[in-house]
């Protein structure tokens, strides 16, 4: 199993980025997805999480300017960024609780993708 996240570059403030996070390997379902991020000298918080029925859930710092979203036929979720501030710099991934064709559940991590965001 596989999470590839991708989309991530510098943007000046204000701007705009969209985050995929595309799962492959041997899956038979999904359920929750999650992004994280990582900013330099700070711990690892959730920016926002959905499940397979697209409940959606957001960090008080980013509701309002980011939406998450995921297409269940292609394994793939979605984090659109608008309104970029400097203090959404981080490093960002994605995070999956999947089951396996083997019969195993356990959550799986992508590796980061850096967002810059200049002022």
């Known amino acids: 199993v596989q999470l590839q996240a991708s989309g991530g570059g510098l943007v000046q403030a204000g701007g705009s980025l969209r985050l995929s996070c595309a799962a492959s390997?041997?899956?038979?379902?999904?359920?929750?997805m999650a992004w994280y991020r990582q900013a330099p000298g700070k711990q690892r918080e959730l920016v926002a999480s959905?499940?397979?029925?697209?409940?959606?859930n957001y960090a008080d710092s980013v509701k309002g300017r980011f939406t998450i979203s995921r297409d269940n036929a292609k394994n793939t979720m979605y984090l659109q960024m608008n309104s970029l501030k400097p203090d959404d710099t981080a490093v960002y991934s994605c995070?999956?609780?999947?089951?396996?064709?083997?019969?195993?559940?356990?959550?799986?991590w992508g590796q980061g993708t850096l967002v810059t965001v200049s002022s």
């Open positions: 390997g041997n899956i038979v379902i999904i359920s929750a």
């Open positions: 959905i499940t397979r029925e697209s409940s959606t």
């Open positions: 995070n999956a609780d999947l089951l396996t064709v083997w019969g195993s559940r356990n959550s799986y």
